[in-house]
T-cell receptor
Framework: DAKTTQPTSMDCAEGRAANLPCNHS???????VYWYRQIHSQGPQYIIHGLKNNETNEMASLIITEDRKSSTLILPHATLRDTAVYYC???????????FGTGTRLQVFP | GAVVSQHPSWVICKSGTSVKIECRSLDFQATTMFWYRQFPKQSLMLMATSNEGSKATYEQGVEKDKFLINHASLTLSTLTVTSAHPEDSSFYIC????????????FGPGTRLTVL
């Protein structure tokens, strides 16, 4: 079973920041948090991952709370092409397995 | 870099036939590949983990004799759906973890299987 819970859907205005929350209250100390997104009928696209420090790359920022029980993915300037299902995933222990939850459907509107 | 391809992108077959789906890492070597299945409006479900040169590890509830996985080289894994039936119709997606990369997996574009 997935170890994460996310809102089912969110809306965001184009050009604004999209903040996608994720709860992972049962995360273990060595488990990473990953974010992927899936545009309709395509394979998931890697966005970012982190263990306990905040991370930033060219796509997004990942903010992980100090107790690591939740995190937020931030798309700083959402565009229409960011409309997708966003998955927050906790990698299983020391394995490479990613167990997908239901994700958040982000709709960016003009 | 880090491109994963799948072939075919879609396939339609008759019930009872077998279908092979290929997953290739194009610009990196993948010691581990994963196979997922996704039904309409649902999330991805991990089917199996494929390690180069060894037997695949299947998730609970996935029939290993029905979904044959071969990972013969560091750039190729294949999934064969044997004796396919309409309930096997789904979107099959593979992912690969690079031998020398960090922790991220890279996903293929998926293969849509329709069994008539």
């Amino acid at each position: 079973d997935a170890k994460t819970t996310q809102p089912t859907s969110m809306d965001c205005a184009e050009g604004r920041a999209a903040n996608l929350p994720c709860n992972h209250s049962t995360i273990s100390g060595n488990e990473y948090v990953y974010w992927y997104r899936q545009i309709h009928s395509q394979g998931p696209q890697y966005i970012i991952h982190g263990l306990k420090n905040n991370e930033t790359n060219e796509m997004a920022s990942l903010i992980i709370t100090e107790d690591r029980k939740s995190s937020t993915l931030i798309l700083p300037h959402a565009t229409l092409r960011d409309t997708a299902v966003y998955y927050c995933i906790v990698r299983v222990g020391n394995t490479d397995k990613l167990i997908f939850g239901t994700g958040t459907r982000l709709q960016v509107f003009p | 870099g880090a491109v994963v391809s799948q072939h075919p992108s879609w396939v339609i077959c008759k019930s009872g036939t077998s279908v092979k789906i290929e997953c290739r890492s194009l610009d990196f070597q993948a010691t581990t590949m994963f196979w997922y299945r996704q039904f309409p409006k649902q999330s991805l479900m991990l089917m199996a983990t494929s390690n180069e040169g060894s037997k695949a590890t299947y998730e609970q509830g996935v029939e290993k004799d029905k979904f044959l996985i071969n990972h013969a080289s560091l750039t190729l894994s294949t999934l064969t759906v044997t004796s396919a039936h309409p309930e096997d119709s789904s979107f099959y997606i593979c992912s690969a973890r690079a031998r020398t990369s960090g922790k991220e997996q890279f996903f293929g574009p998926g293969t849509r299987l329709t069994v008539l």
